[in-house]
């Protein structure tokens, strides 16, 4: 599925089967992610994009040939964090998810929504065993950038949550398999979303807006929606923090300072390291994490993307190149 120019429907397409290059593995695709970065590049939310191009970041694949560090064969993950420069005062100080010259899966080069995709070996993962590619998917960047979300959160006891999509059902379960209360803030009226994560353990669910009937320590905002984080700050005691876990958001509105005053901290997620994905690759099997996943065909990922946009999704969507329910 190809993007032409920001704004516009993907278009389905006959490509080259992409050559790897040095260090470089060919996959053949077997399962994608659908992920909301996917979506504000289609929309032209993230501006400068290589077009044309194959989205898609959360890839799951065999690999056919080229590098040395997979077998032919092997299952492995592909993040949105394709390449770093190595070199810059991020990478050299263990922060290469900062890296000025990154290079970044399904944005600056092709992705996974596609039968074969391309990737630098250094940049993948091995897949846990006793995960479907379906399932394995998500925790490919709704897993990962949640679980760096929930470590920057600190050792919150009361966390927030809001926006229970991807990213959040993921998280929901790791922090409940970890002792923590978890509140889930969604949209007054999405009460599919509050019924889906009560059922992973969350101790509340209602309106984000309007905020949990008590204090929290931290909350994480992963809805791309800015007017959530005075509600967030209007919702953590004094000292705690609110993390924001979007590639982008709408505008902030203002507010007032008594809202950040007393300690409390304001501050985004940017994309992942590599640390990040072998540590809760490694955690994930051990809660179990099983991630909730709504299966498509690639040929209809635009109707997919229709769907994420308008909140329509429990869980996770995933794009397959074989006809669903084929083995």
């Not at 590098?67 to 390449?83: E, I, N, T, Y």
């Not at 709408?250 to 409390?264: K, Q, T």
């Amino acid at each position: 599925m190809v993007l032409e120019r920001s704004g516009r429907r993907l278009e389905l397409r006959d490509v080259a089967e992409p050559e790897p290059g040095l260090g470089q593995v060919l996959l053949r695709v077997r399962a994608c992610g659908v992920c909301r970065t996917d979506l504000h590049i289609v929309d032209g939310e993230l501006q400068h994009p290589k077009l044309p191009l194959i989205p898609g970041h959360q890839i799951v694949g065999e690999v056919v040939r080229g590098g040395s560090r997979f077998d032919q064969g092997a299952r492995v993950g592909v993040p949105w964090l394709g390449a770093t420069c190595g070199s810059c005062r991020f990478c050299v100080a263990n922060r290469e998810n900062l890296c000025d010259a990154a290079r970044f899966t399904g944005y600056d080069v092709d992705g996974g929504f596609a039968e074969f995709a391309a990737a630098d070996e250094r940049f993948c993962f091995p897949i846990p065993d006793g995960y479907a590619d379906e399932q394995a998917a998500p925790l490919l960047c709704a897993g990962l950038i949640g679980y760096r979300s929930l470590r920057l959160a600190g050792h919150a006891q009361a966390l927030g949550l809001y926006g229970f999509g991807a990213a959040a059902h993921i998280v929901c379960q790791a922090a409940v398999a970890q002792g923590r209360d978890v509140f889930a803030g969604t949209r007054a009226d999405d009460d599919e979303s509050q019924v889906f994560a009560r059922s992973l353990g969350a101790v509340w669910a209602g309106d984000a807006a309007a905020g949990p009937p008590t204090e929290l320590d931290a909350v994480i905002i992963f809805a791309p929606e800015g007017r959530l984080v005075p509600a967030a700050l209007r919702a953590v005691r004094k000292g705690g923090s609110v993390v924001c876990a979007g590639i982008h958001m709408s505008d902030i509105p203002a507010f007032p300072y008594e809202l950040l005053w007393g300690e409390r901290s304001l501050r985004s997620v940017a994309n992942l390291t590599r640390a990040d994905g072998e540590e809760f690759l490694a955690l994930a099997p051990t809660v179990p994490i099983r991630t909730e996943v709504e299966v498509s065909e690639l040929a209809d990922a635009n109707e997919v993307l229709d769907q994420l946009r308008a909140g329509r999704v429990k869980g996770a969507a995933v794009l397959v190149s074989q006809p669903v329910g084929d083995p």
